[in-house]
Nanobody, 120 residues
Framework: QVQLVESGGGLVQPGGSLRLSCAPS????????MGWYRQAPGKQREWVAF??????NYADSVKGRFTISRDRTENTVYLQMDSLKAEDTAVYYC???????????????WGQGTQVTVSS
């Protein structure tokens, strides 16, 4: 079964840090693009960060505090979140087009979501 699996969410105090991870199923690959989104209670899902082979872009609300990166050896993408605020509380989702080792496209996938709660 092809899937994206997220981990790393949890409860953190304001000003704290968390690192989210997102990895595809074995033998499935993220090639170049990957995005992180979040959805707070009662709100629509919003874009947080997006990376390509050459660039990384961030929503204004997280710029300077969040960093998207990838470990190609581990085939994993990360979202480092620093200086967390209460308004960062949301379910975070990763999103990426996935490929087989042959390079064949499988399609666009979403992770199951991981809860991040920022509270004292």
């Amino acid at each position: 079964q092809v899937q994206l699996v997220e981990s790393g969410g949890g409860l953190v105090q304001p000003g704290g840090s968390l690192r989210l991870s997102c990895a595809p199923s074995p033998n499935i690959f993220v090639i170049n693009t990957m995005g992180w989104y979040r959805q707070a209670p009662g709100k629509q899902r919003e874009w947080v960060a997006f990376s390509t082979q050459y660039t990384a872009n961030y929503a204004d609300s997280v710029k300077g505090r969040f960093t998207i990166s990838r470990d190609r050896t581990e085939n994993t993408v990360y979202l480092q979140m620093d200086s967390l605020k209460a308004e960062d509380t949301a379910v975070y989702y990763c999103n990426a087009p996935l490929f087989r080792a042959s390079g064949a496209s499988i399609g666009d996938y979403w992770g199951q979501g991981t809860q991040v709660t920022v509270s004292s």
